[in-house]
């Protein structure tokens, strides 16, 4: 059964909305990006969520591993965990507009690598140690005239009752999809919908659990999509080119392509990371949108009739992606997108998350509407 997540910039005072209309709908959870220039606290708006909900799984989509120490990171995701019941899930990856509108590029797989190990250490309640790195400009505790000081610090308010939360990493590149197969949970990959690219990265992560000593099998993979159904395919990939621009820019962040894809395919992303303009990451009317072919667009992304939507998802189920998360972008008022969200929700989503024709869980959506 495949899961479909929902990547919302849900601002505070609408998350509660967007939650209870998103679980009416049928989504099996709601991702909020952690953009502090973009959009209010990503936290704050999880919280609403939690509130707003019952089912509807929640987490961040993604943070990253400078703007929150990992130890603040863990609190307020456990937090959230504590608060949804169990709902709550991790997402973190190396870094994008956050950071660009800090004036900062990704952080490194070294550093990235060293907050994962961190970061867990916290959410499993275990001691972790001080890094000298937290401590630019800043003295040790040792220097304080107390009778004691800490040696590591520990989440001593984790409710045990509760599952640990899910660590799920987003990458695209063979580095970090190595070092996040070790360390996380859960890994959802931004490599397009190409299912060659895909099993490529499930074989890159399960090889790398595998020489770990870890069971390969206990990692679950997904993947950030972009699927627009429309019954006209110049429509629909007219819909889904700003999605796809988006999304394709984390295969050469650098300018380089560091996965595995068809050299017309590479030339295409070069151009697309050399004209993308940061200042307007996520605008519909970005001019980027116009960098890569309709060619390029229906291979990365998942764009035409249902039943091609339906095909492409299958394909990409069969290679072991079963979760997949999907940016909307676009305005809200546009009733070719009313149209395609309607269509996604009450056609191709009950067809690839049914385990039979006419379950329960594949009416979801068409029944709360």
Request: hydrophobic share 45%; with cysteine.
């Amino acid at each position: 059964m495949m899961e479909f997540w929902t990547l919302s910039a849900a601002m505070a005072a609408s998350a509660g909305e967007q939650a209870a209309a998103a679980e009416a709908d049928g989504w099996d959870g709601m991702l909020v990006p952690d953009a502090q220039t973009l959009m209010s606290d990503v936290y704050v708006s999880l919280t609403v969520a939690a509130i707003a909900t019952r089912t509807l799984k929640l987490g961040t989509g993604v943070t990253n591993p400078f703007t929150r120490h990992p130890a603040v990171a863990a609190s307020a995701i456990a937090a959230l965990q504590e608060l949804s019941r169990g709902r709550a899930v991790l997402g973190i990856g190396r870094g994008d507009s956050s950071l660009a509108n800090l004036g900062l590029a990704p952080a490194s797989p070294k550093l990235f690598e060293r907050y994962l190990n961190r970061l867990q250490g916290y959410l499993r309640g275990e001691p972790v140690r001080f890094d000298e790195n937290d401590r630019a400009g800043m003295h040790s505790v040792d220097r304080l005239p107390s009778a004691g000081a800490p040696e590591h610090s520990v989440l001593r308010w984790l409710n045990p009752s509760l599952p640990k939360v899910p660590v799920d990493v987003a990458a695209s590149g063979p580095k970090v999809i190595s070092l996040a197969a070790v360390l996380a949970d859960r890994l959802t990959f931004a490599v397009g919908a190409d299912p060659e690219r895909l099993q490529w990265a499930v074989a890159t992560a399960r090889d790398a659990r595998e020489r770990a000593g870890l069971d390969p099998q206990s990692l679950t993979f997904g993947a950030y999509l972009n699927v627009v159904p429309h019954p006209d395919p110049a429509v629909a990939v007219n819909l889904a080119a700003i999605g796809v621009t988006t999304f394709s820019r984390f295969s050469a962040m650098h300018g380089k392509v560091t996965a595995p894809m068809r050299s017309d395919d590479t030339a295409e992303v070069e151009r697309l990371v050399s004209a993308y303009d940061l200042g307007h990451h996520g605008d519909p009317a970005a001019d980027h949108r116009t960098a890569v072919s309709d060619e390029y667009i229906t291979r990365f992304g998942i764009a035409g009739p249902v039943e091609h939507c339906i095909s492409r998802l299958r394909e990409i189920q069969q290679v072991g992606v079963d979760r997949v998360v999907i940016l909307e972008l676009g305005s809200a008022s546009d009733q070719r997108l009313i149209d395609s969200r309607a269509a996604l929700l009450d056609e191709v989503m009950p067809a690839l998350r049914a385990t039979t024709p006419g379950s329960a869980a594949s009416q979801v959506g068409a029944a709360t509407r």
